[in-house]
């Protein structure tokens, strides 16, 4: 009998080779500017990723940097996934989406790469589909991006932290291989009302982030 390890491992490859294969589309319109001012990530349970990226990014961590300006969390997945999922079904690992918090920026290609260093930050993307107690392709370290411009440098970052860790100058996870997937951005969908800034109408809400380092390493 296959390990459950093995099949969310194996989950996963099928779901991130699908959204490759079937969301590309033409980005340019997503902004005007030499890289999109949306962005869209998944590090595990969406009410804690909103809650670092919306209330901490530009002030705890690179101060001054961009901005995140609106976001909402909700879904992404192969562009075949079923439309609109609910959050309990997205919860039972079959749908294919992932869990993520979407939003706005202010900032260009700097602000980005923050943004992406600022996510390795905290959650551990060595752990495949599982932060913490949560469990599931549903909680996937994923970086959607919404033009090749930030799918370079989602890339570049990723890889700098792979040397960074090899070289012992990290070593806050869990693993030693860093196992995010840097994919094409498709359709995301909202979760519903309740979901939306969780942690904020509810502060002592289930959060299983925490930052592992608090500043980037020099190389």
């Excluded at 001054?64 to 300006?69: E, L, Y």
Aim: include cysteine; charged fraction near 20%.
């Amino acid at each position: 009998m296959m390990s459950s390890s093995k099949f969310f491992a194996k989950s996963m490859a099928f779901i991130f080779s699908a959204i490759s294969l079937c969301g590309r589309r033409d980005l340019s319109s997503v902004s005007g500017a030499a890289i999109a001012d949306r962005a869209c990530f998944g590090a595990g349970c969406y009410w804690g990723t909103e809650k670092f990226f919306k209330s901490d990014f530009g002030v705890k961590s690179f101060p001054g940097s961009g901005k995140v300006i609106s976001g909402k969390v909700g879904f992404m997945g192969p562009k075949t996934a079923k439309p609109n999922p609910t959050y309990r079904e997205v919860c039972t690992g079959t749908t294919g989406h992932v869990e993520v918090y979407d939003f706005k920026f202010s900032g260009e290609e700097k602000a980005y790469e923050d943004l992406v260093k600022h996510f390795f930050m905290f959650h551990d993307p060595t752990t495949l589909n599982r932060q913490g107690n949560d469990r599931g392709t549903q909680y996937a370290s994923a970086i959607f991006c919404y033009d090749k411009t930030q799918m370079e440098i989602a890339n570049k970052v990723k890889n700098e932290l792979q040397a960074l860790i090899t070289a012992g100058k990290i070593g806050a996870y869990q693993n030693k291989q860093v196992e995010t997937a840097v994919v094409d951005a498709t359709v995301f969908y909202p979760a519903e009302d309740y979901h939306q800034e969780y942690l904020d109408q509810n502060p002592g809400g289930y959060c299983n982030h925490g930052y592992r380092f608090k500043a980037w390493p020099s190389k």
